[in-house]
């Protein structure tokens, strides 16, 4: 395989692309300014000025989240929304009201746990995933690590006042990851609330709504009352229908950490957003370098369950760590499996940060150009 032309070469070790082809010419290998160069020629050129070049797989290479399932292994999942937009536009207090209203009462008594992600069912039963994670910090650290969560983006805009820099960098991220967005006009009930204001900035950003005849839905909401929020869902669940998506339950469970933290009584935990196959009770996993079997896991209602679905966030028990929020969850059929890849995970994290002589990564590579 070919994996970077000379001239981007040339640009990841900062020496101009004339140094590249007169190192390859003393090398005997004749290059021009775009040829692709392969493992060996990267390697060889790159040593030539001091760096050593390692190859990795991108986290999205190993990741396997879409694996290629037979089509008739496919069923249908729920879709995992993301909330953004400026800060006190309402994020916060959308996501509580969602919680509070639409998880089903009798749950472990009503007592919900921050978790990181949550799900509901709406009144037609059907269900959509929440990330708990306000902000699309989240949603950038997790996507820069090749994390891939997000089917639908919730834009929340506040009708009292405008589209302001973090709206902008919301719509932006989401247009970036190619997530459909829904436009949550939030705070309606507020007298000063001018929702056409709002609709008409979009349309000056080319972002036209679908009353005024284009194709991004919006609906406006009070996160106070909830006026407007079962609209909300409907269009979340109709933005679903177009994605049609769906993964294969009847596999080996992947999914992704969102959070993960050592708790004084039960060890590590981890919220993990199952996203292909179902995650069961004994499994052993692998996430980053950590691994272990499933010894325990809870919804974000504190109520313990036995698996966990496409489309489920759960909190699991048993990880020999905690991982990063973005590392992928993968279950092993052997613990020998896992354990070498966990082994090997922590011998490269240990060489990196022992390693003194200049390096880049191809996944680095990747990222960059
Ligand atoms: P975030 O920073 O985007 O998470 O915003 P918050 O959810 O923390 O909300 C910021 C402030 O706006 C808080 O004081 C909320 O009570 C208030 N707020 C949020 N949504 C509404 C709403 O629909 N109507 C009114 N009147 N206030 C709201
Ligand atoms: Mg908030």
């Known amino acids: 395989t070919e994996f970077i032309s000379a001239n981007d070469l040339a640009s990841l070790l900062d020496v101009s692309v004339n140094e590249i082809i007169s190192v390859c010419m003393s090398l005997g290998m004749f290059v021009s300014i775009n040829q692709r160069l392969d493992a060996e020629a990267i390697t060889i050129i790159a040593d030539e000025f001091g760096y050593e070049v390692e190859f990795t ?9 879409e694996e290629v399932d037979s089509p008739e292994d496919l069923e249908p999942r729920a879709p995992i929304v993301t909330i953004m937009g400026h800060v006190d536009h309402g994020k916060t207090s959308l996501l509580d009201y969602i919680r509070s209203s639409k998880v089903t009462s009798g749950e472990a008594g009503g007592i919900t746990q921050h978790i990181g992600a949550y799900d509901v069912k709406t009144d037609n039963g059907e269900k959509i995933a929440f990330l708990d994670t306000p902000g699309h910090e989240a949603f950038t650290a997790m996507r820069a690590r090749g994390a891939k969560i997000t089917d639908v983006a919730i834009i929340v805009i506040a009708a009292d006042d405008s589209i302001m820099p973090q709206t902008k960098e919301a719509i932006n991220h989401a247009q970036v990851a190619g997530v459909p967005m829904i436009f949550a006009i939030n705070k309606v009930d507020k007298p000063n609330a001018n929702p056409n204001k709002i609709k008409e900035e979009l349309a000056n950003m080319n972002l036209l709504v679908e009353e005024w005849g284009g194709k991004y839905q919006s609906q406006e909401i009070s996160a106070k009352t909830g006026q ?3 609209e909300l869902l409907e269009k979340v669940l109709l933005e679903a229908e177009i994605l049609e998506l769906t993964a294969n339950p009847n596999r080996n469970a992947v999914g992704t950490v969102v959070e993960a933290s050592l708790d004084k009584g039960r060890g590590y935990v981890s919220t993990v957003m199952v996203q292909a196959g179902t995650l069961k009770i004994g499994d052993i996993m692998l ?9 325990a896991m809870f919804d974000h209602t504190g109520k313990k369950v036995k698996e966990a679905e496409p489309s489920t966030p759960v909190q699991v ?3 020999s760590g905690a991982p990063q929020a973005g590392d992928i969850l993968k279950v092993y059929d052997t613990e020998r499996e896992a354990r070498e890849i966990a082994n090997s995970r922590e011998q490269i994290n240990r060489e990196q940060s022992m390693r003194t002589k200049k390096h880049i990564t191809l996944d680095e590579i990747g990222r960059r150009l």
């Not at 797989?57 to 989240?65: F, I």
């Not at 996430?287 to 010894?295: C, E, I, L, M, P």
Request: proline share 0%; no cysteine.
């Open 57 to 65: 797989k991108t986290d999205e290479e190993e990741s396997e989240v």
């Open 228 to 230: 407007g929020i079962d």
């Open 287 to 295: 996430a980053g370098q950590h691994y272990g079997r499933v010894k």
């Open 317 to 319: 028990l048993g990880l």
